[in-house]
Nanobody
Framework: QVQLVESGGGLVQPGGSLRLSCAAS????????MAWYRQAPGNQRDLVAT???????TYADSVKGRFTISRDNAKNTGYLQMNSLKLEDTAVYYC?????????WGQGTQVTVSS
């Protein structure tokens, strides 16, 4: 079993930045791809960014050029650097680790962009 804990969310003004972290339990984090998703009230959970175990990344069009996904396998931690935040980035952000033919999710961290 893998446990994921997100942190780093909060309230930020438009144009601001936040850095989310996703800490994984155990020692298998480095072996598997991870991703960040977000879910706004009343909406489905949408994919934001992905990263393979060797660092290849993909992004949703809505965050390209503003968000950066990364990982530190030695620390069993993934990150999402979010810059130039917009009102529409407001959501609960979740990290996901795909391992053992399963998807493991964190509990989510709230990001609110508001003036």
């Amino acid at each position: 079993q893998v446990q994921l804990v997100e942190s780093g969310g909060g309230l930020v003004q438009p144009g601001g930045s936040l850095r989310l972290s996703c800490a994984a339990s155990g020692s298998i984090f480095w072996m598997y791809p991870m991703a960040w998703y977000r879910q706004a009230p009343g909406n489905q959970r949408d994919l934001v960014a992905t990263i393979t175990r060797d660092g290849r990344t993909t992004y949703a069009d809505s965050v390209k050029g503003r968000f950066t996904i990364s990982r530190d396998n030695a620390k069993n931690t993934g990150y999402l650097q979010m810059n130039s935040l917009k009102l529409e980035d407001t959501a609960v952000y979740y990290c996901k680790l795909s391992a053992f033919n399963q998807n493991f999710w964190g509990q989510g961290t709230q990001v609110t962009v508001s003036s």
